[in-house]
DNA sequence: TTGATATATTCGGATTGTCGAATATTCCAA
DNA sequence: TTGGAATATTCGACAATCCGAATATATCAA
């Protein structure tokens, strides 16, 4: 394999996840998950700013996370691929395994 | 649920995801994934100096992605947990399947 | 203990990411 | 075609991230 592409490749990859690391993009993925929605139902969901929603998805839509349609004025932005939710749902998971490890060394520790 | 709580769950989890945002540390984890490695292995097989693997390796270690075990003078790094894996190569079809659908617009708009 | 090897940390600087606020753009309806 | 509603973009400031280089720490072996 070329070095040059597999490291493109990763960079990509990378891009990818860059996507998912702010708190506010995993929760639009995720309220998007559960049903597609415009922009100003997505700010009130996330109680956050329209141009700070918009901002988000701008990001999430170059990385083809979210696919945008318009409805007459609207926009409804719906999930780009539902793998994306798989692998937040594994991270996820990790992240409470990892808790949980922690509280039972917390636990262990006091006694 | 409390929304506090909530939020420092979403928060945890883009921290997380941040853990995978790097191309280097991409290719750490598949590395790691393969079998486990001491730093040096890992300096060489990235082509890069230890310093900066050492640095990576606190931010994976920081999340619980990667786990340390010290081997005499060695310290052998092992991939936290394979969940981590099966959530990158989710991610990579989805990048995959992404070029993939560019490419066949690049086509269409040639002809 | 001393030297050598493996690993980790720190520092300054450059780059990137995020925000609020303000402003543009796009589209519909009257 | 003009006003209003929905969405997008830009700006400056600030925080976070990354790097190379230098340095520190830890372990082993002699």
Redesign the pocket.
């Known amino acids: 394999m070329d070095q040059r592409l597999v490291q493109e490749i990763n960079r990509l990859h990378a891009?990818i996840c860059?996507g998912l690391?702010?708190?506010?993009?995993i929760t639009i993925l995720y309220a998007l998950a559960e049903r597609s929605k415009?922009?100003?139902?997505?700010?009130e969901v996330l109680a956050?700013?329209?141009?700070?929603?918009?901002?988000?998805?701008?990001?999430l839509?170059e990385r083809g996370m979210v696919v945008?349609e318009?409805?007459?004025?609207?926009?409804?932005?719906a999930l780009g691929d539902k793998r994306i939710i798989r692998a937040l749902d594994l991270l996820r998971q990790v992240l409470n395994d990892n808790l949980a490890h922690n509280a039972r060394l917390v636990e262990l520790t006091a006694k």
């Not at 415009?38 to 700010?43: I, K, Q, S």
């Not at 318009?70 to 932005?77: D, K, M, V």
């Open positions: 891009e860059g690391s702010d708190p506010k993009r415009n922009v100003m139902e997505l700010a956050l700013p329209q141009p700070t929603i918009s901002r988000h998805l701008k990001i839509r945008p318009r409805r007459g004025a609207n926009i409804i932005y």
